[in-house]
């Protein structure tokens, strides 16, 4: 399975390529790419596989402009730079399925082959594009909060054609994505992180199958679960050595205006590494790797 990181700045992308010579899976939204689409192109070898969202939640969270024009017009002229790419699902309501699937004929209607997304697994959208023959489909739903949630529309794909490939919007929940079928996932989680001032490190030493430590490395937050401050986290030696080894980080490194970069940097590569962790376990599990 893969991760797709969401929404990565260039400049990010650039360092970690130049850090780790390895290109990654990205996904990019229409509603955030900008003018810097262009350098994306550009630098596509940085890119193991690139995949675009269409702006629907950006555009539901604010006051964006983007209708399924807009998209469509995106898509005819940059399709050749995705290996997909996702529907204007517009409407995130349980009942919404009509006016997605509208936006979903508008764009096919065009030439273009978006992949459907399901906000609702509880009436017939599954079976509708299961049925329709389409070979990945997108869960987006807000009902999608929980494993057994997840785990029902999964199940109810697969039922249907085991041959389909699911895509989670928004997800990088370990246990779902380690437990069930789930050919990839997005999440600019890497981001959110890094944005209240942790760093997520795996642990090889816990014995948890969720080995994320949270570090805070901007001052005093109290440690809590598996949240730490980085003066007195129990592996701080384990952790510095992890710094060094991988970026050439001190301490120092990750504060201040440059910090918050190499902070982000870090947290993308806890992401990067965390897809060949989850597919390993897979295969362990005997889960297919899809």
């Not at 790419?85 to 399925?97: A, P, R």
């Not at 509208?102 to 065009?110: D, F, G, M, T, V």
């Not at 997800?171 to 890497?190: F, G, Q, Y």
Request: proline share 3%.
């Amino acid at each position: 399975m893969k991760i797709y990181n969401a929404s990565i700045p260039l400049g990010l992308l650039k360092t970690y390529y130049e850090t780790f010579h390895k290109p990654i899976n990205v996904l990019l939204s229409i509603a955030t790419v900008g003018k810097e689409l262009y350098k994306f192109r550009e630098n596509r070898h940085m890119i193991r596989s690139c995949i675009c969202d269409s702006g629907a939640w950006s555009t539901y969270n604010s006051d964006l402009e983007i209708d399924v024009e807009y998209v469509k017009t995106f898509y005819c002229n940059n399709k050749d730079l995705f290996d997909w790419y996702i529907n204007f699902d517009e409407d995130f309501s349980t009942q919404g399925f009509a006016k997605n699937l509208e936006n979903q004929r508008a764009l096919e209607e065009a030439g273009l082959s978006p992949v459907p997304v399901v906000h609702n697994f509880y009436n017939d959208e599954i079976e509708y594009y299961v049925e329709e023959g389409y070979n990945i489909i997108a869960l987006g739903s807000s009902q999608n909060t929980s494993l057994d949630a997840t785990k029902y529309a999964v199940e109810k794909i697969k039922k249907l054609n085991p041959e389909v490939k699911i895509h989670l919007l928004g997800c990088a929940k370990i246990n779902i994505l380690t437990e069930l079928p789930i050919a990839s996932s997005d999440s600019a989680a890497w981001a959110i992180s890094g944005k209240f001032g942790f760093i997520k490190y795996w642990n090889w030493r816990k014995e948890d199958n969720d080995k994320t430590d949270h570090i805070y490395v901007d001052g005093s937050h109290g440690d809590k679960g598996n949240s730490y401050d980085f003066a007195t986290y129990p592996f701080k030696k384990e952790l510095e050595d992890y710094l060094e080894s991988n970026f050439g980080f001190s301490y120092k490194d990750l504060l201040g205006y440059r910090g918050q970069f190499n902070v982000l940097l870090i947290n993308l590569h806890y992401y990067v590494t965390l897809e060949d962790i989850i597919n390993e376990e897979r295969r362990r599990l005997n889960i297919p790797p899809e």
